[in-house]
């Protein structure tokens, strides 16, 4: 893997293809109503499979597993920490501050499949996997619980945690392949085709409704709040990422596709949890949009900088 050569011809697609969806939707082709329906498909159906059926086949030794969560693990609490922290001086409302914690520690999980794909293939689909079956349930846990804690409305309770969790389907296809991995059963070959077939269609799908959900008035109307939760995502998080790596010695590879989900913009899912659970939604819609246009540039560099 030469990212030095590779790594900004293989992510130019995966933005294209992002533009490619906001063009889309500008010009209301082929309609609102299919790119709500497409985001559901591709959440409920393709995106799970995809999962499943990498997390099922995944060839990792336990040892580099336990190095890997213990990685990714720390640096998010250290990150959310971090963001806890500043909430002491926050000054501009609880929802306002839901949406500038999830837009600083969450990810977009499209954006990085594709990206890992491009730049590592099926292995690195594989690596990827186990990392978003240990990030999705973390990252879903401290947003769920910030959005209960510190929105005005005190939507939610500690049962809506647990509800959020046992239902979210990417956090199913993770586990049932996790269990299948370490059993003896394993994938059926006809099984493996079925569900591979389905995850093919999960990245342009999920990356075309990406770039239909982009919101630039939102953007416009974001303020300071944007830039610093930006320079969090997108800068200080890949370099806490990094530095966990290096201290702990994660395997090079490994640690390109740790470092590679700390450093994608924020996710579309962080915006339909805040309008669920009471946050700030338009400013989440912002700073998600902000960091997708800043990520076309700091994500390349990131890349390019830290792993080598």
């Given amino acids: 893997m030469n990212l030095n050569t590779s790594i900004v011809g293989a992510l130019i697609p995966v933005f294209f293809v992002i533009l490619t969806g906001y063009l889309l939707r500008w010009f209301q082709f082929p309609g609102d109503e299919f790119w709500s329906r497409a985001e559901r498909l591709t959440y409920f159906v393709l995106f799970p499979s995809l999962l499943f059926q990498k997390t099922a086949t995944a060839s990792l030794g336990p040892q580099s597993v336990s190095l890997m969560i213990i990685v990714l693990t720390t640096a998010v609490c250290i990150m959310a920490g971090l963001l806890f922290f500043i909430k002491r001086w926050w000054s501009s409302g609880g929802p306002a501050y839901t949406s500038f914690f999830q837009g600083s520690i969450r990810f977009n999980t499209y954006v990085g499949l594709a990206a890992t794909f491009a730049l590592m293939g099926n292995n690195g689909l594989s690596i990827a996997a186990i990392t978003l079956a240990v990030l999705i349930p973390l990252m879903n846990f401290l947003c769920v619980t910030v959005l209960i804690l510190f929105n005005d409305q005190k939507k939610g309770s500690l049962q809506t945690i647990f509800k959020e969790l046992i239902r979210n389907p990417l956090i199913i296809a993770c586990t049932a392949g996790i269990l299948l991995n370490y059993s003896d059963i394993g994938l059926h070959p006809v099984v493996d085709e079925i569900f591979m077939i389905f995850g093919r269609a999960a990245l342009p799908i999920g990356l075309l409704s990406v770039g239909a959900a982009l919101d630039i008035a939102a953007a416009r109307n974001s303020g300071k709040t944007v830039a610093f939760s ?11 990422m990094w530095t966990m790596c290096k201290l702990l010695s994660l395997d090079p590879q490994l640690s390109a ?12 899912a962080a915006y339909i949890l805040s309008r669920q659970l009471g946050g700030d939604s338009p400013l989440m819609a912002g700073i998600i949009t902000v960091q997708i246009v800043a990520a076309m540039i700091t994500f390349p560099v990131i890349m390019t900088i830290i792993i080598n």
Wanted: proline residues 13%; charged residues 5%; glycine residues 4%.
């Fill in 230 to 240: 930006s320079v969090l995502k997108l800068i200080v998080f890949p370099l806490l």
């Fill in 257 to 268: 596709v740790a470092i590679l989900f700390a450093a994608l913009p924020g996710s579309p």
